[in-house]
């Protein structure tokens, strides 16, 4: 049996295909039915455990992407496995080539200054009939001012990529605000669309060693990446309780 919605340590994944969250993105770009997509990974779902303010703005949004290798192995241990990763970072893109097959209009918001220009180039030249209809650092001190500027530019979709968490409660927060059919949380993906960042190679990428790549490039991140074993732990600890309790 197929679970539409997986709970994975209290975040409640769409347990879809990368097809089907495209699909259900076309309905919300046509229906202009206000909604956004989170694309937590294991790291992030370790978080949100102790922290109810972020779950709760991570499983309000209308699509909940598993992006990571983690997030499946969780869901699989726990007994209740999500059909494929769905990467956000390859979601951009899906989202990328259905705009541009409307003619639709994308806002970029997010990264330090310059990168969100960088990148809305590379995907307009990438995308040909995609229209980058504006482009803004993720450094602002005035969120009101920030909403305001993008519902200005009237986008179809913004990529909001702000890092993890404060792009989850900035779109929960301005849902109301924005008018805008899809925001879509990407954390660091405008800086692999600007070229400033590198994803990792396709062969690291198919073994599950994604996570290895970004330690490698940034060995800062060792602390943030260490939940990703402490992760595998309270799914297992879950796992024997359900057991247990039948
Ligand atoms: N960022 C931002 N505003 C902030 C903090 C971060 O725009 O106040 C950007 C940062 O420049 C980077 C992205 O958010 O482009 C976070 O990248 P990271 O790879 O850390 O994403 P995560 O793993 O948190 O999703």
Not at 104 to 125: M, S
Request: glycine share 10%; charged share 25%; with cysteine.
């Amino acid at each position: 049996m197929i679970f539409l919605k997986v709970d994975v340590m209290g975040i409640e994944f769409d347990n879809l295909t990368m097809q089907e969250f495209a699909d259900r993105a076309a309905q919300m770009l046509q229906s202009h039915e206000k909604g956004y997509c989170v694309t937590p990974n294991a790291e992030i779902v370790y978080e949100s455990i102790q922290d109810e303010n972020f779950r709760s703005a991570i499983n309000a949004a209308s699509l909940v992407l598993p992006d990571g290798a983690g997030v499946i192995l969780g869901a699989k241990i726990l007994g209740t496995p999500l059909q494929e990763k769905v990467a956000g970072i390859e979601f951009g893109e899906e989202i990328c080539k259905l705009l541009a097959k409307q003619k639709g209009r994308l806002y970029l918001l997010g990264g330090k200054p310059g990168i969100a220009e960088q990148a809305g180039d590379n995907l307009q030249k990438k995308y040909p009939g995609l229209t980058i209809c504006g482009a803004d650092h993720g450094y602002f001190k005035d969120e009101m001012a920030a909403v305001t500027r993008v519902n200005i530019a009237k986008p179809d979709a913004v990529f909001v990529c702000l890092g993890a968490k404060k792009q989850e409660c900035f779109m929960r927060n301005h849902l109301a605000d924005m008018n805008v059919s899809l925001m879509l949380g990407l954390g660091g993906s405008l800086d692999c669309y600007a070229g400033a960042a590198k994803r990792a190679p396709r062969w690291m990428i198919n073994l599950s060693l994604e996570w290895l790549y970004r330690l490698l490039k940034e060995p800062k991140r060792l602390g943030r990446m260490m939940r990703l074993p402490k992760f595998m732990i309270v799914c297992f600890r879950e796992k024997l309780r359900r057991k247990k309790n039948g």
